[in-house]
């Protein structure tokens, strides 16, 4: 059995699907499975494909579990840690239901979008708009900050922060960093995918804007900052 294969089906036992019924949903031929299955390897194309299905870096496929990259003792160390750190990251989220007026007029002139385009519900393409609504201020990027840090409680809150999402891809992407460089295993595809096309997520979870420590990593990984992500 190929290290391939294992994991595969690994991946579809903890997503309670079928290896079949995944390729076929990949336009993958039930042939080209069974190839698998007789320890046949898949192309990169097709790799590249289940990899962003299943939200996994591509190596995770190439590598074998038994030459892990760090020893078992220091795997156990970070994961101890993270598990420590993660109650307190917990408890410090607060609820976000409602923006205010005063907010959104606000992010209307820091971003130049219209109100429309920031409480639209359904996708719509992000593109700059010429607004009348007052002079920008830069303190607005903390209240955008803000709203990403907080969990969405009501349906409209969740709305302004995927709209601010897609004004920080536009951004990026007017920066250079288009969709196939944001290909990181730090970054949900799947969530980007929902950013980027408006299709909707088997797993509701993953239909949300970026959440602060997603932007926190794009400033990271782009070099861009904070305020260019999403000054207009």
């Known amino acids: ?11 579809c036992d903890e997503h309670g699907v079928k290896p079949r019924a995944v390729a076929k949903e990949l ?8 190839k698998w299955v007789n320890d046949g390897m898949p192309n990169l194309e097709m790799i590249s494909k289940i990899a ?20 078992e003792t220091s795997r156990k160390r970070s994961v101890f840690k993270s598990m420590t750190s993660l109650s307190q990251r917990w408890v410090s989220l607060r609820r976000g239901s409602e923006v205010s007026l005063e907010t959104q007029l606000k992010i209307l002139a820091y971003t130049n979008c219209t109100v429309q385009f920031l409480n639209n519900d359904r996708y ?16 607005t990027i903390f209240d955008i900050l803000d709203i990403l840090d907080r969990c969405a409680d009501t349906d409209s809150y969740r709305t302004v922060q995927v709209q601010l999402s897609r004004i920080a891809l536009f951004h990026l992407k007017e ?13 949900s595809q799947k969530k980007l ?8 997520n088997r797993d509701k979870s993953q ?6 420590s997603d932007i926190s990593f794009l400033r990271e990984f782009t070099g861009i900052s904070f305020a260019e992500m999403f000054y207009n």
Do not use: C
Not at 1 to 10: A, D, G, R
Not at 207 to 212: C, R
């Open 124 to 139: 719509i393409n992000y593109e700059p708009a010429n607004n009348s609504v007052g002079n920008p201020n830069s303190d």
């Open 52 to 71: 962003q299905y299943f939200d996994v870096p591509i190596d995770y496929f190439i590598n074998d579990d038994d030459v892990p990259i760090i020893s």
């Open 175 to 187: 920066k250079g960093f288009d969709r196939e460089k944001l290909r990181t295993e730090h970054i």
């Open 27 to 34: 336009e993958i031929s039930s042939a080209t499975v069974t």
């Open 1 to 11: 059995m190929t290290v391939f294969w294992k994991k595969y089906n690994e991946l």
């Open 193 to 200: 995918n929902y950013l980027y096309t408006g299709i909707e």
């Open 207 to 212: 239909n949300y804007g970026l959440n602060f």
